[in-house]
């Protein structure tokens, strides 16, 4: 199964930037780089993905490495619902989402 | 758009007896659906892959003949917990994909407690 390493946990300050980091060294050259966030007793709600290119939506913008065994998710202002654990996932052609341990994100007022 | 709902959001039974977890896709027809498991302070554990008209795919190590999971259509998928232990106590999540599974849509979840 695909694996992901990310930090256990994170600290930010409401309204400044976050970049959760996200080791993939075992990335093959097809699978797609798919973050989710879950909050407390929720099921996990889709953030970002993307496969070479840097990407951008109205929640989050993801950063590739150019070799593809690194990326970022960057939340350009954190706010208070923004306190989740994010999960950074590659998705092979099994279609199955492998949930590693994810980033627990803490944002203090 | 893109919404999955879950029935019932939270169970409590009694150990012997089954449950049945319901999930929807309410805004566009899941292909693929998933079903996940996950204990306190735990991440996510994909249990089975279940595709509309064909028989799930189970993870290694979930036991089929106790989590029969049935897709009948397109946008509903079931998974029974039979003979329920306290052990099977936990947070049931299901997931939908459309045709693209780039994307997956997840249920809100099922707490369920098996006294």
């Known amino acids: 199964d695909a694996k992901t390493t990310q930090p256990n946990s994170m600290e930010s300050n409401e309204e400044e930037p976050v970049h959760l980091p996200c080791n993939h060294s075992?990335?093959?050259?097809?699978?797609?780089i798919h973050w989710y966030r879950q909050l407390p007793s929720q099921g996990p709600e889709y953030v970002i993905h993307?496969?070479?290119s840097n990407v951008n939506n109205r929640m989050a913008s993801l950063a590739i490495a150019e070799d593809r065994k690194s990326s970022t998710l960057i939340l350009h202002r954190a706010t208070l619902r923004d306190a989740a654990v994010y999960y950074c996932?590659?998705?092979?052609?099994?279609?199955?989402?492998?949930f590693g341990k994810g980033t627990k994100l803490t944002v203090n007022p | 758009g893109a919404v999955v709902s879950q029935h019932p959001s939270r169970v409590i039974c009694k150990s012997g007896t089954s449950v049945k977890i319901e999930c929807r896709s309410l805004?566009?027809?899941?292909?693929?659906m998933f079903w996940y498991r996950q204990f306190p302070k735990q991440s996510l554990m994909l249990m089975a892959t279940?595709?509309?008209?064909?028989?799930?795919?189970?993870e290694q190590g979930v036991e089929k003949d106790k989590f029969l999971i049935n897709h009948a259509s397109l946008t509903l998928s079931t998974l029974t917990v039979t003979s329920a232990h306290p052990e099977d106590s936990s947070f049931y999540i299901c997931s939908a994909a459309p045709g693209q599974v780039h994307e997956q849509y997840f249920g809100p979840g099922t707490r369920l407690t098996v006294t």
């Open positions: 279940s595709n509309e008209g064909s028989k799930a795919t189970y």
């Open positions: 075992t990335i093959s050259g097809t699978d797609y």
């Open positions: 996932i590659h998705q092979g052609g099994s279609e199955k989402l492998v």
């Open positions: 993307g496969l070479t």
């Open positions: 805004d566009f027809q899941a292909t693929t």
